[in-house]
């Protein structure tokens, strides 16, 4: 798939704008302040429903506009093409359309527009919290297997009755041994998902890898959020005391963790901030590169400020 039309009004310092991208590479240049991020916000904003700059949308409103609009067009693998639109206004309302029809999700945006964003802060992917990480795992298990949403959106309502049991004890005991039933039964699924879509990314990862930097020794592993020798139902069952201290659930796919680590070091604390941008862009292209493979098209990278961090050799790579 290729993004072939983009409309941008009232996004940050952005005048109305109709952009026609190649299918290929596209690069924005111009003088500091001149709208080059804010374009890539809003192609953001249309694949995603996010920015990658605020979390929250309001501020991504240009000063004294109502609202936020992105229209765009993509070409679809299959042939033909699809419609998407997002806007969002000062009162909160947002609203998505995908071929002139509202979207339940932002997960259909996703679905028809694949995103990888590379930035100065892509090095939070080895140096931030566990979330990230696990965002950036399943955003490829998303893109590659299909049965993906359904669990995941069965694993989010029994962990949520299971946290809300934990912390007020409104269950009674058949209804909190359903839904620990329920719980397993998802996590299984989500950590068989994850385990295989790691299974793939990891050849492909190294390989990437191997071309941008020499780094001998970097491995990549996954945690499933806990004990790989124990069925999850015995784990929960173990720490039943524990999480109702807690008022949450301790253990479980929502505590996986992706880990770099190289030689019996963590990655993040001993490579540099360049090297670090290079293995992120390995792992983002990597991902790519499997959604090509099981979905025959293409991801779209959107790349700001890509010499930052890098010496001129690793520029040229």
Not at 213 to 242: F, I, N, P
Request: aromatic share 6%; charged share 25%.
């Amino acid at each position: 798939m290729s993004l072939s039309r983009v409309s941008v009004t009232g996004v940050r310092n952005l005048h109305p704008v109709t952009l026609s991208p190649s299918p290929r590479i596209n690069i924005l240049y111009g003088a500091n302040g001149s709208g080059k991020t804010s374009v890539l916000e809003a192609i953001h904003l249309l694949g995603i429903a996010r920015s990658f700059r605020s979390s929250r949308l309001l501020p991504v409103i240009q000063y004294e506009q109502p609202s936020c609009t992105v229209f765009g067009q993509v070409d679809l693998a299959q042939g033909g093409h699809s419609n998407l639109g997002v806007s969002r206004d000062r009162q909160g309302e947002f609203q998505i359309r995908i071929d002139g029809q509202n979207a339940r999700s932002a997960a259909q945006l996703a679905e028809i527009l694949p995103l990888q964003l590379i930035n100065p802060d892509s090095f939070r992917l080895l140096e931030g919290a566990p979330k990230i990480r696990r965002q950036f795992l399943d955003w490829g298990v998303f893109h590659v297997e299909p049965r993906f949403m359904v669990t995941w959106q069965r694993l989010q309502k029994a962990l949520k009755q299971r946290n809300s049991w934990l912390r007020h004890g409104t269950l009674d005991a058949a209804s909190q041994a359903a839904w620990d039933r329920e719980l397993c039964y998802a996590s299984d699924e989500i950590d068989e998902f994850r385990r295989a879509y790691i299974k793939a990314l990891k050849p492909v990862f190294e390989q990437t890898l191997s071309e941008l930097v020499e780094l001998e020794g970097l491995t990549l592993s996954y945690y499933r959020g806990w004990d790989k020798e124990k069925e999850l139902s015995t784990v929960l069952a173990s720490s039943l005391h524990r999480d109702q201290q807690m008022g949450h659930t301790q253990a479980g796919p929502q505590r996986a963790d992706l880990r770099l680590r190289l030689g019996a070091h963590n990655a993040a604390d001993i490579l540099s901030r360049g090297q670090q941008k290079l293995v992120v862009c390995a792992l983002r292209i990597a991902q790519g590169h499997l959604v090509s493979q099981v979905r025959r098209g293409q991801c779209i990278y959107l790349v700001d400020d890509l010499p930052s961090e890098l010496d001129d050799n690793h520029r040229r790579a």
